[in-house]
């Protein structure tokens, strides 16, 4: 378990609350990293986001569950923060559209996409959480 107590672990926490986008590192199957942005609710303990059923990810995760989710750094490339975690489809999460925490973040960026909070839960139907196992940074 990650202590999010300590200076850095609430730094961290404080982030993951604020930001819109993180990066989503995934392992591909000849072991090549997979990096892609991805919108994501912190609840405190572990990072939820959701994918197209469709998506690579999702495959890379069945297979290599271990990810690292990279928050941006500031202009200069400071405040570099990596949390290493293990990733699991989640099955008991809430869709998208009935999450309410992910809806307040998230819902003018879903019309954005000229989508319907229940169109974008339709086509990113499946839930990923992330675990956080180890914090790294500076």
Do not use: C
């Not at 989503?24 to 994918?51: A, E, K, M, N």
């Not at 989710?69 to 975690?85: A, F, I, K, Q, Y």
């Amino acid at each position: 378990m990650v202590d999010f107590s300590s200076k850095f672990g609430r730094s961290v926490s404080r982030r993951l609350k604020s930001q819109k986008v993180i990066w989503l590192t995934t392992v591909g199957p000849d072991g090549t990293p997979q990096p892609r942005p991805v919108w994501f609710y912190w609840d405190g303990s572990s990072v939820l986001t959701y994918s197209q059923p469709q998506g690579r990810k999702l495959d890379h995760i069945r297979t290599h569950p271990q990810v690292a989710v990279h928050l941006n750094t500031d202009p200069e490339g400071s405040d570099v923060t990596v949390v290493l975690g293990k990733a699991s489809i989640a099955e008991d999460a809430p869709h998208a559209d009935k999450h309410a925490g992910y809806l307040r973040k998230y819902r003018q960026a879903i019309a954005d996409l000229d989508m319907t909070p229940g169109s974008f839960a339709e086509e990113y139907s499946v839930a990923v959480r992330v675990m956080p196992e180890k914090l790294r940074g500076f």
